[in-house]
């Protein structure tokens, strides 16, 4: 089975993928192009804004007991004659996004003219939590917000140990494998067996 639509081939001549980003808010959902101007309309009739200033960092693995971790931003210029953005942001509160879900998807395109006609639905392909949201400065105008997001996972090294055996079976399934109790619980060296 493909991760792809059936009728999406990835090695085909003419291809694209579009990255987007559905951010839960104490308002409902947002939805975001990612690295794209413009604004999309998908075969469900959600609508997904975006702009070639917003940008996902790296998206890390589980590696070495460390949860995933990544940044979603947006760098752009304030205009000064109209409402300070990061202020406006700041006075939501960092409850607006925190704890809530942020959803990645793909979009396959099979040409350009599925950018105006979308006939099928964006892929989900990973979901994270928002933590917080930070901003940089840089001279007179030019802004950064980035909301950073970990996995659902960040909490797993505090998670109680549970033993592969009858009962451990059960707590993680809620029935119970009788042939675990047959499972060897020693460990076997060479040593002993043929010294």
Request: with cysteine; hydrophobic share 35%; net charge negative.
């Amino acid at each position: 089975m493909s991760f792809f639509p059936s009728d999406f081939d990835p090695r085909a001549e003419i291809r694209g993928i579009l990255d987007l980003c559905e951010i839960d808010t104490a308002d409902g959902t947002v939805r975001f192009l990612i690295g794209e101007d413009g604004k999309l309309i998908d075969a469900n009739g959600d609508e997904w804004v975006g702009s070639a200033l917003g940008s996902v960092s790296s998206m890390e693995s589980a590696i070495d007991g460390v949860a995933p971790s990544g940044t979603l931003s947006l760098s752009f210029f304030q205009d000064p004659d109209t409402g300070d953005v990061i202020q406006q942001i700041k006075d939501l509160g960092l409850d607006y996004v925190a704890g809530r879900e942020i959803r990645f998807y793909i979009l396959p395109l099979r040409s350009v003219a599925d950018m105006t006609n979308q006939s099928r639905t964006p892929i989900k392909w990973c979901t994270r939590v928002s933590r917080q949201v930070s901003y940089k400065f840089s001279g007179a105008q030019d802004r950064r917000i980035a909301l950073s997001f970990e996995a659902w996972s960040e909490r797993r090294q505090a998670a109680r140990r549970i033993v592969l055996n009858t009962e451990g079976h059960k707590q993680l399934t809620g029935s119970a494998n009788p042939s675990l109790k047959y499972m060897p619980t020693v460990d076997f060296e060479t040593e002993k067996l043929f010294g």
